[in-house]
């Protein structure tokens, strides 16, 4: 079945420590993104990719960095910049540069600092 | 900027009863508009969506339309049921930004009691 695969979907980080969030897709799509959710807040872009080895910032880019070697993976790296990262975080892919299509989404991973 | 603005929650209802979820928008150009639901612990799945103005989507007893002239894309549903128990987000996907990356209202909790 084709999809989008986060992992894990739960994490602990220790404060001062980076984490890395996996997010693999199987849909053929060339656009990928990385969503932070917090409560009554909806969804907030992170970072997004339209194609390998390119990649934007998004609204709330500050404290983390993605890589985009391969067509299938995004990875998001939490950085210990990033002061407040307790949140929960939701990869998302889309064809590129088709304005009507909707976007797919993994089913999250849960961050949680400790 | 772009922006979505939806009806604050938490939004109760008994089953059967009529919902509606208000969702307005600000936008240049003409986006395409998207219902997202999110079923609690996991990511979101699209609900419906409409491309141009008038268009209607509907899907499972919902349905919105694209109402240009009050920048408006109201969810409805004539009869709820226990199962329809979630979060739902209102998107617009931006016109000017090649790539169709989605911003989101900021989430209307739904509970439906038996």
């Known amino acids: 079945d084709g999809g989008i695969t986060q992992s894990p979907k739960y994490l602990f980080r220790k404060e001062g420590q980076n984490v890395t969030l996996s997010c693999e897709q199987n849909l053929n799509h060339d656009a990928m993104y990385w969503y932070r959710q917090d409560p009554g807040q909806g969804l907030r872009l992170i970072y997004y990719s339209q194609i390998v080895n390119d990649f934007q910032k998004g609204d709330i880019a500050e404290g983390y960095s993605v890589s985009r070697e391969k067509k299938e993976s995004f990875p998001l790296t939490v950085t210990s910049a990033q002061k407040n990262p307790t949140a929960f975080y939701l990869c998302a892919s889309s064809i590129a540069y088709s304005l009507n299509t909707e976007a797919f989404f993994g089913q999250g991973t849960r961050l949680t600092v400790v | 900027g772009n922006s979505v603005t939806q009806m604050e929650g938490p939004v109760t209802l008994s089953e059967e009863a009529f919902l509606t979820i208000n969702c307005t928008y600000t936008?240049?150009?003409?986006?395409?508009l998207f219902w997202y639901v999110q079923y609690p612990g996991e990511g979101l799945q699209l609900l419906l969506k409409a491309t141009k103005a008038d268009d209607k989507g509907s899907n499972k007893g919902f349905e919105a339309t694209y109402r240009k002239e009050t920048t408006s894309f109201h969810l409805e549903k004539g009869s709820v049921q226990v199962s329809d128990s979630a979060v739902y987000f209102c998107?617009?996907?931006?016109?000017?930004?090649?790539?169709?990356?989605?911003?989101f209202g900021q989430g209307t909790e739904l509970s439906v009691k038996p």
């Open positions: 936008a240049t150009g003409y986006p395409s």
């Open positions: 998107a617009l996907s931006d016109r000017d930004n090649q790539g169709g990356k989605l911003i």
